[in-house]
Structures are given as structure tokens and as C-alpha cells.
């Protein structure tokens, strides 16, 4: 199974919301990541976890709330959202945290969940 | 500004013609990656090149690595209406722990 599954696949969201993004692999992988992706702009890398520990924020802001019950699921709580935080929302993972860092190994993503927030 | 900056931004080409795509980056790599990504969806590796390396093939793709000019390509012989997706180099700097994406390359191949 090389598979990282998310869901939702898309997410509507009033900007009170609380909802979360969820996302799996069972590859026994110890590092994943979630990234924001705009359209027609690169994945920017939000959070990395490594052996269920928050080692990277990128400076999200706080209605960001990753976290991580397990070395297989990784979630991302959603709360007062804005419009401008609409965008695809990228989960990764991979064999350990120096992904492509010291280490030479690949990422395998999931599909995605589309968010708008509204 | 970013590690990685591609081009062409887009590139149109016919079927069975070859698609050429530029990376250029600015820091010292341990190695650089390239995935492509269908329609805003999940991406997808492709190859990883060693920064001790020149040039790897996998099936259609060939890709180059010059690190004296912080500079690497991936060619894409042959090419399908299939590979029209958009394609992403990414890099990790020397020492560091986080991989940068370059702006990508959306490619249209016309069948």
C-alpha cells in the first residue's frame, strides 16, 4: 500500500466553522507533512511531524491546529477560517523527517482536500 | 525568494515532440526532486537526482543536473497527451530540513 489517503475530498466552510482535514498512510512512514497550495502556485509547506512530534511550523497561524494521534493519521483543525485561506490542502508523508533534507528519500502525497471557505 | 524557479511557466507542444523543462535554484542541495501534479491534485514523484550526480533516466524522462550553475532539466520524450499535468522541481539546501518547491511548469501536450 503506497497510498496517503485524505478526506474530505472537498470542504465548504463558513468562516465560524470548526471542521478538520484528515489523512492516513499505513507505508509505517514517521514523517508527514501538510502543505497549502494555491491555484497555480507551488505546495507551501505548513506543518511536519516527525515520530508524532510537531518538529516544523511554518509560522501558520493559530486557526491552524495540526495534530497527530498516531504515526498513521494525521489531522488538521480548521476554526474561523478566511476566504483567503481557500486553497487545496496537500498531506505528505515519508520514511523520516529529513525527507529529501540529509536523506534521499520521496514524498508521496494525497489528492488533496479542496477547501473554500465562504 | 524561492529555492526553485522553473521555466518555461508553460510550454504547448504536439504529441510525440519532446518537453523540455528548466529548473534553477539558489542555495547548495543535498538533491533535487521532480513531480507533477494532474489538475490540482495530489502530486507525484517522478525522480530524485543526487547533487553527485549528472544525469538519470526513468522510462521517457531524463534528468540533468548542474550543480556549478545551480541548474537542473527534466526532458520528457515522446510525449503523450497523457503527461499534460504541471510539473514541480523541489530542492532541500544542504543541512536543511524542509523541501522547496519551484513555481512549475504547466505542460499541454496536444494530441
Known amino acids: 500500500d503506497t497510498e496517503v489517503t485524505q478526506t474530505p475530498k472537498h470542504l465548504v466552510m463558513g468562516m465560524t466553522n470548526k471542521k478538520s482535514l484528515k489523512c492516513e498512510q499505513h507505508?509505517?512512514?514517521?514523517?508527514m507533512y501538510w502543505y497549502k497550495q494555491k491555484a497555480k502556485k507551488p505546495p507551501e509547506l505548513m506543518f511536519v511531524y516527525s515520530y508524532e512530534k510537531l518538529s516544523i511550523n511554518e509560522s501558520v497561524p493559530s486557526r491552524f491546529s495540526p495534530e497527530c494521534p498516531n504515526s498513521s493519521l494525521l489531522n488538521l483543525h480548521l476554526h474561523a477560517l478566511q476566504p483567503e485561506d481557500s486553497a487545496l490542502y496537500l498531506c505528505?508523508?515519508?520514511?523520516?523527517?529529513?525527507?529529501?533534507?540529509?536523506?534521499?528519500?520521496?514524498?508521496?502525497f494525497g489528492q488533496g482536500t479542496r477547501l473554500t471557505v465562504v | 525568494s524561492q529555492q526553485g524557479e522553473e521555466d518555461p511557466q508553460a510550454l504547448s507542444i504536439q504529441e510525440g515532440e519532446n518537453a523540455t523543462m528548466n529548473c534553477s535554484y539558489k542555495t547548495s542541495i543535498n538533491n533535487l526532486q521532480w513531480y507533477r501534479q494532474n489538475s490540482g491534485r495530489g502530486l507525484v514523484h517522478l525522480i530524485l537526482?543526487?547533487?553527485?550526480?549528472r544525469e538519470k533516466h526513468s522510462g521517457r524522462l531524463r534528468v540533468t543536473l548542474d550543480t556549478s550553475k545551480k541548474s537542473s532539466s527534466l526532458l520528457i520524450t515522446a510525449s503523450r497527451a497523457a503527461d499534460t499535468a504541471s510539473y514541480f522541481c523541489?530542492?532541500?539546501?544542504?543541512?536543511?530540513?524542509?523541501?522547496?518547491f519551484g513555481a512549475g511548469t504547466r505542460l499541454f501536450v496536444k494530441a
Open positions: 507505508m509505517g512512514h514517521r514523517a
Open positions: 537526482i543526487r547533487s553527485n550526480e
Open positions: 523541489a530542492t532541500a539546501a544542504t543541512g536543511g530540513f524542509k523541501t522547496i
Open positions: 505528505a508523508s515519508s520514511q523520516e523527517r529529513l525527507w529529501a533534507g540529509r536523506t534521499n528519500t520521496e514524498a508521496f
